[in-house]
């Protein structure tokens, strides 16, 4: 580039070179290449999170499956059994559609600790009655484990029955 | 490649209104073309101080010629050696070049500094090649150009134009003759620096080339065991007068144009 100095009475802002006016063009079209590549990426970027929140939002859903199903499962491991899983009116029906009709329930207690173990102490009105209430508890798909107590066979059959009520989902 | 852009150059002088086109890019600059419009004796007489432009409507008239066959219409002028006052000046450190420069020159223009466009050209070593021109002397020639339909770009000095391509070439030892139709610049060289610089009216009558020896051997020690290059206005019969005591082409313009070999800017600005 010269340096020629300029004695113009009236000096004029030099021409710019060819080289400046195509080095702004390019400049240019650079920026408009960014621009639009950073366009391009802010709308994936949405679509992204939009991807993220439904994603996230799924796995917040299964966590909570997730640990309402380890709930069961520590129940059923620790022989738990959930109280709405087995509400007392229920267990109730249950050991009422199995009593024979001469036998009758004075006492029932439910153990949700131990799985929903349940203690009936029943009199029959005679043996058997005793044995039919019997096989109808080990007949019921609601109860396992039927345990029959000390008998007190004296005309009337008194005694106290363990079970588990496992209700309708095992 | 002209990566920087092409220039439009036309240069007065008294025997003629030359024009080139100038292509510049990294490299350095190329010619790409030159045309030379004789003027009639008269027309044009370089002054100082005075008109310059005798016959104004003969000069605008090369002007178009020159510019209508190289199709240029924004142009850089060359005012001819003879019209301002040259000098190389040591410059204190610190000083702002055209400030020094019209400060030195002042006293030692024909016409008030306040008159006068200044301008500065690194000379390397601390040194500054100063220049004053008149604004009157300067507006002349605009007009001229302006009249002639071109834009003006820029106004340089072509004997400054000259030493900038020389000062390019780092000569070792050697005087170079820069010469313009009516004067002429001597400018002694000595390890690639210009250490010397002298600017004077031309006498062209017979001798000449010897009286130009001369003045070049007083001009720089050096002179006698370096080199003597004559370039610019007239250099062909001045080197053949000269014999094998010229050497070298110096500043010839680009052989393409034959009527280009004594366009010493031309020389300087592609050099």
């Known amino acids: 580039?010269?340096?020629?100095?300029?004695?113009?009475?009236?000096?004029?802002?030099?021409?710019?070179?060819?080289?400046?006016?195509?080095?702004?063009?390019?400049?240019?079209?650079?920026?408009?290449?960014?621009?639009?590549?950073?366009?391009?990426?802010?709308?994936?970027?949405?679509?992204?999170?939009?991807?993220?929140?439904?994603?996230?939002?799924?796995?917040?859903?299964?966590?909570?499956?997730?640990?309402?199903?380890?709930?069961?499962?520590?129940?059923?491991?620790?022989?738990?059994?959930?109280?709405?899983?087995?509400l007392p009116a229920r267990v109730v029906a249950d050991v009422a559609s199995v009593l024979p009709g001469d036998v009758r329930l004075e006492r029932l207690s439910i153990d949700y600790a131990r799985g929903g173990a349940v203690e009936m102490q029943v009199v029959a009105r005679n043996a058997a009655a005793w044995d039919r209430l019997l096989e109808r508890l080990e007949r019921?798909?609601?109860?396992?484990?039927?345990?029959?107590?000390?008998?007190?066979r004296d005309g009337e059959v008194r005694s106290l029955v363990r079970a588990r009520w496992v209700g309708g989902g095992q | 490649v002209a990566l920087l852009g092409t220039r439009f150059y036309v240069a007065f002088d008294a025997l003629a209104v030359s024009a080139a086109t100038v292509a510049e890019g990294f490299g350095g600059r190329r010619a790409g073309g030159f045309v030379r419009v004789p003027l009639e004796p008269g027309a044009l007489a370089p002054s100082p101080s005075g008109t310059s432009l005798a016959r104004a409507e003969e000069v605008r008239a090369a002007v178009r010629r020159a510019a209508a066959a190289l199709g240029g219409s924004r142009a850089t002028l060359l005012l001819p050696d003879g019209v301002g006052r040259v000098a190389l000046l040591d410059q204190p450190e610190g000083a702002v070049p055209r400030d020094y420069v019209r400060f030195r020159l002042a006293a030692s223009l024909p016409w008030p500094v306040s008159e006068a466009v200044v301008e500065a050209l690194p000379a390397g070593r601390g040194r500054v090649v100063g220049a004053a021109v008149r604004r009157a002397v300067v507006a002349e020639f605009e007009q001229a150009a302006v009249a002639a339909g071109l834009e003006i770009e820029q106004v340089h000095l072509a004997p400054l134009v000259a030493l900038e391509g020389l000062m390019r070439s780092r000569p070792r030892e050697a005087v170079h003759a820069v010469l313009g139709d009516v004067a002429l610049c001597l400018a002694a060289f000595r390890d690639g620096a210009l250490v010397g610089l002298r600017s004077r009216r031309r006498d062209r009558s017979p001798g000449e080339a010897e009286r130009l020896r001369e003045e070049a051997r007083r001009a720089s020690a050096a002179a006698d065991s370096g080199a003597f290059v004559v370039s610019g206005s007239g250099a062909l019969r001045l080197r053949r007068d000269l014999g094998g005591r010229a050497a070298g082409n110096g500043l010839d313009g680009p052989a393409e144009w034959p009527e280009a070999a004594e366009a010493a800017w031309l020389g300087g600005l592609v050099a």
């Open chain 1, 140 to 152: 019921a798909p609601v109860f396992r484990e039927v345990e029959p107590g000390p008998e007190a």
């Open chain 1, 1 to 86: 580039v010269s340096r020629q100095p300029d004695f113009a009475t009236s000096p004029r802002p030099r021409r710019g070179p060819a080289w400046d006016a195509a080095a702004v063009a390019v400049a240019a079209l650079l920026l408009l290449a960014a621009a639009g590549g950073a366009w391009r990426a802010r709308a994936e970027a949405g679509v992204a999170h939009a991807r993220l929140d439904e994603a996230r939002r799924g796995v917040e859903a299964a966590s909570a499956r997730l640990r309402s199903l380890d709930v069961r499962a520590q129940a059923r491991g620790a022989r738990l059994l959930p109280a709405a899983d087995a």
